[in-house]
């Protein structure tokens, strides 16, 4: 059965950094790939990026993009997000997510992710 959950939130100040962490049971970072999303207080869940390891490729939303980065930990089957120059805006409930289909891909994960973890909050405040 797969399965997904995240850990790291917490509470920052504005300029701060977070690593997020999203730990896979029952598959590999390999087949399929792993997008976060966050929902904001009162807002839709967006996604913000998403790693392919099958083929290299990369999503960051412009919002998050040179501030967060995704990275990999191949031993313990692990994927981070590392949020660094957080922003009051930046606070939410994280999630990382895939989709449980052979041949998944960016794109399908951002939109029609199955498999979702039980989310981490991120508060960034002064």
């Known amino acids: 059965q797969w399965r997904v959950a995240e850990s790291g939130g917490g509470f920052v100040q504005p300029g701060g950094s977070l690593r997020l962490s999203c730990e896979a049971f029952?598959?590999?970072?390999?087949?399929?790939?792993i997008g976060w999303f966050r929902q904001a207080p009162g807002k839709e869940r967006e996604s913000i990026s998403c790693?392919?390891?099958?083929?290299?490729?990369?999503y960051y939303a412009d919002s998050v993009k040179g501030r967060f980065t995704m990275s990999r930990d191949n031993v313990n089957n692990k994927q981070y997000l590392q949020m660094n120059n957080l922003r009051p805006e930046d606070t939410g409930i994280y999630y990382c997510a895939t989709e449980r289909a052979r041949g998944s891909s960016c794109p399908r994960v951002r939109n029609l992710s199955d498999v979702w973890g039980q989310g981490t909050q991120v508060t960034v405040s002064s």
């Open positions: 790693f392919d390891y099958s083929d290299g490729s990369t």
């Open positions: 029952g598959f590999s970072f390999d087949y399929a790939p």
